[in-house]
Every structure is written in structure tokens, then in C-alpha cells.
């Protein structure tokens, strides 16, 4: 397959906007997009009160309560402060024999695998990992109401933070050189959102560690 026809990445909204400036509202209803075919996307909802993921149409939302445990329920209609999309019919699987410990590890890897099977490096492109995980740490956002000023030394003041340990997971991420600030954080090229595997949930990731041999990483066919 060539660059001109890997799946087009779409964009709702920036980091930048609430981490920097500290507008939370809304950039795009999830009901207007569910009902395009094979949509995968991840994001945070509006206000920050909860974490976004979309996997192949389902679409769910994981918020957390007083006693910092996380509720998990639909997301057809939700909206999103921040939200990366695309439809991918199909995905093709590439066995990892490394080890995957950090984000710019898996950067590196998802970049050279995509060069290699013909996909378009200079442009946004979602990806999927699935196996069994040493550990992956992720937190899930519930900005208080009524609402602090937002800035970026407060932002994880109140995300719940939670870890899957030995256990399968499905990890959903797109890279891009060019979203800093926009999509992803300005040290890194990936955004990554993870639920247990099968089950619907939706946490950012924090950090990810799988041993040699138990991922497998997915892109767009």
C-alpha cells in the first residue's frame, strides 16, 4: 500500500487550548461522527471529565467518582475537549520480538515499521498494540466542579492513576511529528489511550512496559 491511500487522521481541538490557556469546552459531539464505519479515535471529554476511546465504532467513556473509582459507559453521546480520529477498515500485524519499555521506544518502532510497509512517516497515523503487558500505568482526567483556573502544574492534581499488571491489554495510539502541543505532548510523537483487553474502558498511558515476544503492533493496511 502506498502513502496516498493510508486513512486520513482528523483533529478536534488542541492541548494546547486547555493545557495552555485553559479552555475546556466542547470541539466535536461523538454522535456525529459513530456512525462512520471502522472509527478508531481516543481523546478526553469536555471539562476533562473523563477519557475517551473508540474502538472499531464502540465508543466509551471512563469517568472517576468521589472514592477515585472509575465508572466506564457508552460515549455515543459524549462531546470532546480533544479528540484524534480515523476510520480503518483494516489493520496489518507486525510481531514485535523486542522488548517495549517507553514511548520513545515504541515511537521508533511504530515509525520504522510504518517507512517499511509503505505508509506516509510525515503524516498522522493511528496504530494499534495488543498483548500481554509487564505493566502499563495510566490515569483517567476528572476536572472538579465547580472548576480550578486549569494550568499545566495542575493538570494531573486530579486525574486518577491506576496500573494493569501481567494482564492482556489493547493500546490505541497515533503518531505524528507534527501535533505537538496539538495531539500529543511537546516530548513526544505518540498519544496512547488503553483498556483491558476486549473490555470497554478508556485511560490515557502513562507508561507502558511489554517483554520480548508479547506484542503485537497494528497499522492501517
Given at each position: 500500500m502506498g502513502p496516498l491511500t493510508q486513512p486520513a487522521v482528523r483533529v478536534y481541538g488542541a492541548k494546547?487550548?486547555?493545557?495552555?490557556q485553559g479552555k475546556l469546552g466542547a470541539t466535536v459531539a461523538l454522535d456525529s461522527l459513530l456512525p462512520r464505519p471502522h472509527l478508531y479515535a481516543l481523546g478526553v471529554a469536555e471539562g476533562l471529565?473523563?477519557?475517551?476511546?473508540v474502538w472499531d465504532g464502540a465508543g466509551a467513556l471512563t469517568r472517576t467518582a468521589a472514592n477515585q473509582r472509575t465508572t466506564t459507559r457508552s460515549a455515543a453521546h459524549s462531546k470532546a475537549a480533544l479528540l484524534v480520529a480515523?476510520?480503518?477498515p483494516r489493520w496489518q500485524a507486525v510481531p514485535l520480538p523486542a522488548a517495549v519499555r517507553s514511548y520513545p521506544a515504541l515511537e521508533k518502532l511504530?515509525?520504522?515499521h510504518a517507512a517499511r510497509l509503505g505508509l506516509d512517516t510525515t503524516r498522522a497515523l493511528p496504530f494499534r498494540l495488543e498483548g500481554r503487558a509487564v505493566a502499563v500505568r495510566w490515569h483517567v482526567m476528572e476536572w472538579p466542579r465547580p472548576a480550578a483556573e486549569h494550568t499545566m502544574q495542575n493538570h494531573k492534581q486530579y486525574a486518577v492513576q491506576g496500573r494493569f499488571a501481567n494482564?492482556?491489554?489493547e493500546v490505541l495510539g497515533f503518531f505524528s511529528r507534527?501535533?505537538?502541543t496539538i495531539f500529543t505532548h511537546h516530548t513526544t510523537f505518540v498519544h496512547m489511550h488503553v483498556r483491558p483487553a476486549g473490555q470497554a474502558f478508556a485511560a490515557h498511558v502513562d507508561s507502558l512496559h511489554f517483554a520480548p515476544g508479547t506484542a503485537t503492533l497494528y497499522l492501517p493496511r
Open positions: 494546547r487550548t486547555f493545557m495552555m471529565h473523563g477519557e475517551l476511546l480515523s476510520q480503518v511504530v515509525a520504522r494482564q492482556p491489554v507534527q501535533h505537538q
